[in-house]
């Protein structure tokens, strides 16, 4: 699905949420490219959250960071505290730009999503993890 997203302050217009299968569950693909902005990553956010899924492989090999600060990220961590049914999957993200892998890092400690949300190098490891949390979901389940 492509979305266009008119708001004045984003940088990316589009993105692509795919399914890919990665062990016995579907997976919501979201690979993000250009310059982003935080309007970019709040929309993003809604998008999933009303999705609902299980699990979600963000990748962020080709994104520019663009203007985001750490007063930024709060702000999208505070969205993120309000996506009750996004906060409940598995969230890998794929960063091999060290600035961008570091903003998300701190991310994942200011929005205190350690457990769901993990942030990777490489899509190898990045995948890895979604089939053990995949795995561990389902005991826990059962």
């Known amino acids: 699905m492509m979305t266009s997203i008119p708001t004045p302050d984003i940088a990316i217009q589009r993105y692509v949420?795919?399914?890919?299968?990665?062990?016995?569950?579907?997976?919501?693909?979201?690979?993000?490219?250009?310059?982003v902005r935080t309007g970019s990553i709040t929309a993003l956010l809604e998008e999933?959250?009303?999705?609902?899924?299980?699990?979600?492989?963000?990748?962020?090999t080709?994104?520019?960071?663009?203007?985001?600060?750490?007063?930024?990220?709060?702000?999208?961590?505070?969205r993120w505290a309000?996506?009750?049914?996004?906060?409940c999957?598995?969230?890998?993200?794929?960063?091999?730009?060290p600035v961008v892998y570091?903003?998300?890092?701190?991310?994942?400690?200011?929005?205190n999503a350690d457990g769901r949300l993990s942030v990777f190098w490489n899509r190898a490891d990045a995948i890895d993890w979604l089939e053990v949390s995949s795995d561990q979901s389902e005991g826990s389940a059962s």
């Open 89 to 97: 999957a598995n969230i890998a993200v794929i960063a091999p730009n």
């Open 48 to 60: 999933l959250e009303a999705r609902g899924p299980a699990a979600v492989l963000i990748d962020l």
């Open 62 to 78: 080709d994104l520019d960071v663009g203007l985001i600060s750490p007063a930024d990220i709060a702000r999208i961590a505070r």
């Open 17 to 35: 949420i795919a399914s890919l299968r990665i062990g016995d569950r579907d997976v919501l693909t979201v690979p993000l490219s250009g310059t």
């Open 102 to 111: 570091g903003l998300n890092r701190m991310f994942q400690l200011v929005s």
């Open 82 to 87: 309000g996506a009750d049914r996004l906060r």
